[in-house]
Antibody, heavy 121, light 110 residues
Framework: EVQLLESGGGLVQPGGSLRLSCAAS????????MSWVRQAPGKGLEWVSG????????YYADSVKGRFTISRDSSRNTLYLQMNSLRAEDTAVYYC??????????????WGQGTTVTVSS | QSALTQPASVSGSPGQSITISCTGT?????????VSWYQHHPGKAPKLMIY???NRPSGVSDRFSGSKSGNTASLTISGLQAEDEADYYC??????????FGGGTKLTVL
């Protein structure tokens, strides 16, 4: 069974940093694109970042470019999101999602349950 | 990158059909056949219902179908059932090599 399990969320002060992790199982992790998608309280889904399978090319939404870094460790079947210079508007549930294919553009067919990030003083 | 435009809400009675629209631009929906649709029950993980405009993942009911014309994509749900009540989101690949979601549509089954 394909599974994704996020961790690393929590409360952080504005300007602080946090690293999210997503442990993957049940599929050949290195082959597929992976993405992070977030949902702020009372808002819709927002794609944050993606990384291609095999090539490892990374992609970012303008709202997080320069502050967030996506990476993957295929030896650990784990996806990461390093979040720096956090702002109140980054408060959200962060979902990890597996791509349908090798690039994020094809869609996301398996999602984790999410981890909550709260940015507040 | 602006969000794709979806109606805030739609409703229908059991057994009826409904269609949710998703309007973008010539830089996203109109340019690529990489439109996806997701069902999201609050508090649960989103579920992929349609990818690449009209493809259904295995396990998704054939009551769900997708199409596209110009800059607008559509999700049609036929034979509405109570369990279809959820939020629905479209997404598209963009010319900026990013992915953009719609604002979401709340489906109410009357």
């Amino acid at each position: 069974e394909v599974q994704l399990l996020e961790s690393g969320g929590g409360l952080v002060q504005p300007g602080g940093s946090l690293r999210l992790s997503c442990a993957a199982s049940g599929f050949t992790f290195s082959t597929y694109a992976m993405s992070w998608v977030r949902q702020a309280p009372g808002k819709g889904l927002e794609w944050v970042s993606g990384v291609s399978g095999s090539s490892g090319t990374t992609y970012y939404a303008d709202s997080v470019k320069g502050r967030f870094t996506i990476s993957r460790d295929s030896s650990r079947n784990t996806l990461y999101l390093q979040m720096n210079s956090l702002r109140a508007e980054d408060t959200a549930v962060y979902y990890c999602a597996k791509g349908v294919g090798a690039k994020p553009k094809y869609g996301m067919d398996v999602w984790g349950q999410g981890t909550t990030v709260t940015v507040s003083s | 990158q602006s969000a794709l435009t979806q109606p805030a809400s739609v409703s229908g009675s059991p057994g009826q059909s409904i269609t949710i629209s998703c309007t973008g631009t010539s830089s996203d929906v109109g340019a690529y056949n990489y439109v996806s649709w997701y069902q999201h029950h609050p508090g649960k993980a989103p579920k992929l219902m349609i990818y690449e405009v009209s493809n259904r993942p295995s396990g998704v009911s054939d009551r769900f179908s997708g199409s596209k014309s110009g800059n607008t994509a559509s999700l049609t749900i036929s034979g509405l059932q109570a369990e279809d009540e959820a939020d629905y989101y479209c997404s598209s690949y963009t010319s900026s090599t990013t992915v953009v979601f719609g604002g979401g549509t709340k489906l109410t089954v009357l």
